[in-house]
C-alpha cells in the first residue's frame, strides 16, 4: 500500500511543515538475510562476533550486550542487543545456511553494505534479503 500525501497548490513553509509534521514515520528498519552454499565450515564464533559488530556499525548502533549458543553437535545462535535495537545469527552447517536479522531505529543504517559485507565475510553463494518497515501505521493510527 502507498500512502501520498496530497499537497495544496501553492506552499508556504507552515504548509510544508505541517504537512511533515502529519507524514507516515517509520520506528524502525527490519532485515532479513539468508546465506546459502557458505563456505564449509562455517565461520568460528569469534569471526561470528567480528561479524555483529561490523552489523552493528552498519545498523548505526553498537553492541552493548552478546548472548550465544553453540549447539550439539553443531550449529551456533548469537543475538545481540544494540544500541539500535538488535540482531541475531542463527547457523545451520549442515545445510551450509546462515540466516540473520538486524532490526534498527537509527536512521543511519546501510543495508546495501550491509549485504556487500556478508558476502564477502560469510563467503556464501547466495544472499537473499527481504526488509520489513516497523511501525508505519503509527501515523495513520494517530490520525484516526
Not at 499537497?7 to 546465506?35: E, M
Not at 553498537?62 to 539500535?84: D, M, N
Not at 540466516?99 to 536512521?107: K, L, N, R
Request: overall charge negative; charged content about 15%; hydrophobic content about 50%.
Amino acid at each position: 500500500m502507498n500512502e501520498r500525501l496530497a499537497l495544496p497548490a501553492a506552499l508556504t513553509a507552515a504548509d510544508v511543515l505541517a504537512t511533515a509534521a502529519n507524514a507516515p514515520r517509520l520506528l524502525g528498519s527490519h532485515i532479513f538475510f539468508d546465506a546459502y552454499d557458505c563456505a564449509s565450515p562455517l565461520p568460528s564464533l569469534e569471526k561470528f562476533q567480528a561479524v555483529a559488530e561490523q552489523l552493528a556499525a552498519l545498523a548505526g548502533g553498537e553492541i552493548l550486550a552478546v548472548q550465544h549458543h553453540c549447539f550439539t553437535p553443531h550449529g551456533l545462535t548469537l543475538t545481540a542487543i544494540l544500541s539500535a535495537s538488535h540482531l541475531a545469527i542463527h547457523t545451520w552447517p549442515e545445510h551450509r545456511f546462515i540466516a540473520i536479522d538486524v532490526f534498527t531505529c537509527s536512521p543511519d543504517h546501510d543495508f546495501e553494505a550491509m549485504a556487500d559485507y556478508l558476502k564477502s565475510a560469510l563467503g556464501c553463494a547466495r544472499l537473499v534479503q527481504r526488509q520489513a518497515p516497523r511501525g508505519h501505521a503509527l501515523a495513520s493510527h494517530r490520525a484516526g
